[in-house]
């Protein structure tokens, strides 16, 4: 059982540039989200996706763009990469006994 | 908003109870989370309390909550170098269908041997 499967588990891009992070998951979760963690911040809500083709802003969005493929594929795009979005990028899904969310490894990116 | 409160750092000799607390704002919450994070991870559930009980034990893991003072515990019995770990407190709440979690900011848990 795969779980939460993220992609890719490194990235360095350059200032500018955009790239997507894939996220998978197969437990039939119909919700599915994308934190990213960082020094002293914590674990902060990018977007989410109540259910297949919804989404909605979380705390921090600006400078992302997410896509809800199916009910199994949530992507995150950064259209224009800054330094500040440097991070570590984690999706999630949430199963429906006592609204666990379940985590994928990580993906860290680094924006120079 | 919401708020999820915890110590940054606690430190144990390896054999002893660790005990790391939280308190959180929000007085709808319908379940309470712990999670533990270890160096170059992702976060795994470690177990979940639900707002109407006050304890719940799992092996060497005792969660207490205090509804009242808003206040939740993780007791980890004879705690050993592998529980060393950054541990994440969340509490969940309704939004826009979805049950989103608030999460704490982490304790770093050291265990000394």
């Known amino acids: 059982n795969a779980g939460v499967t993220q992609t890719p588990k490194f990235q360095v891009l350059k200032t500018g540039q955009s790239m997507t992070l894939q996220c998978a998951q197969d437990?039939?979760?119909?919700?599915m989200y994308w934190y990213r963690q960082d020094p002293g911040m914590g674990l902060r809500l990018i977007y989410y996706?109540?259910?297949?083709?919804?989404?909605d802003k979380g705390e921090v969005p600006n400078g992302y763009n997410v896509s809800r493929l199916n009910k199994r594929e949530f992507s995150l795009r950064l259209e224009s990469a800054a330094p500040s979005q440097t991070s570590v990028y984690f999706c999630a899904s949430q199963g429906e006994t006592g609204n666990t969310i379940y985590f994928g490894e990580g993906s860290w990116l680094t924006v120079v | 908003g919401e708020d999820v409160e915890q110590s940054l750092f606690l430190s144990v000799r390896e054999g002893d109870s660790s005990v790391i607390n939280c308190t959180y704002t929000?007085?709808?919450?319908?379940?309470l989370y712990w999670y533990k994070q270890e160096p170059g991870a992702g976060l795994q559930l470690l177990t979940y309390?639900?707002?109407?009980?006050d304890m719940k034990q799992d092996q060497r893991l005792t969660v207490l909550l205090n509804k009242k003072d808003k206040h939740l515990s993780l007791r980890i019995a004879d705690t050993q170098t592998g529980d060393s770990a950054i541990y994440f407190c969340a509490e969940s709440n309704s939004g826009a269908g979805s049950y989103q979690l608030t999460f704490g900011k982490g304790t770093k848990l050291s265990v000394i041997p």
């Open positions: 437990m039939n979760h119909n919700s």
């Open positions: 309390i639900f707002s109407n009980m």
């Open positions: 996706s109540a259910s297949e083709g919804t989404t």
């Open positions: 929000d007085s709808s919450s319908t379940y």
